[in-house]
């Protein structure tokens, strides 16, 4: 009996350290705009250009949003972009809205990207675009190369960016964040690529009060073991 209650206080103790980073948002296809999934609180919008963008003919297959978060729909719907009439046909707008009632520590944005032909997008430019955070409208955050071709309903390359290189990480509850992917360095501006699998990766910040009630609950239950050992 003693030991089946020294691990379920262990089991309560784990379970205040600190949270794993989680896929918040997610898009995988369809209308633009509306998530695939989402936790509870999150909130946001993909941007692109509606008459253009949306392509039912093409997509990642591979079932994840970027490499390791499962759940992303495998049927063929991507989210087309060239450079033909930049900057509206070459990039999609991913923001995320917390309204979770705590911090949220912002981590990487993950994706999918297929470079259908050989004259297609190679390169995608990666930036904060706007929102709450204390980092510049427009700020530079990273540039992929050379990503290779897949064609249009294939295992898209799985890309991951983290975002600790912005001042700011951490959006706080009612904040948002409005971040570009960009696709560059295409042969022929009629050459499509496509965007599918996107999402936003973090960690929701307990608010301190529930983390001292954790502790509280916790620093209670050892002193409970310590009398009956």
């Known amino acids: 009996m003693k030991k089946t209650v020294y691990l379920a206080i262990m089991g309560i103790v784990l379970g205040t350290a600190p949270a794993q980073a989680e896929l918040l948002i997610g898009w995988d296809g369809g209308t633009v705009g509306n998530s695939a999934t989402n936790v509870t609180g999150v909130s946001g919008s993909l941007f692109a250009n509606s008459a253009y963008a949306v392509d039912a003919t093409a997509g990642s297959t591979d079932g994840t949003f970027g490499s390791s978060f499962t759940g992303a ?7 087309a972009v060239r450079l033909y009439d930049s900057p509206n046909n070459d990039r999609i707008g991913v923001q995320i809205y917390n309204q979770t009632g705590s911090d949220i520590q912002l981590d990487s944005l993950v994706f999918d990207f297929g470079r259908w032909y050989a004259d ?5 430019i990666v930036t904060y675009a706007y929102g709450d955070l204390a980092d510049a409208n ?5 540039t992929i190369t050379g990503i290779a071709v897949t064609g249009k309903a294939a295992d898209y390359t799985d890309l991951s960016v983290s975002l600790s290189g912005l001042t700011d990480t951490i959006l706080a509850d009612g904040q948002k964040a409005t971040f570009n992917l960009i696709a560059s360095n295409a042969a022929g ?4 690529g496509a965007f599918d699998n996107v999402g936003v990766v973090g960690t929701v910040i307990p608010e301190p009060a529930t983390l001292g009630l954790i502790t509280l609950i916790a620093a209670g239950l050892f002193g409970i073991r310590r009398i009956t050992m």
């Open 120 to 124: 297609a997008p190679q390169d995608v």
């Open 73 to 79: 729909d495998t049927a063929t719907t991507a989210y």
């Open 189 to 192: 501006i009629y050459n499509n």
């Open 138 to 142: 427009n700020t530079a955050i990273t």
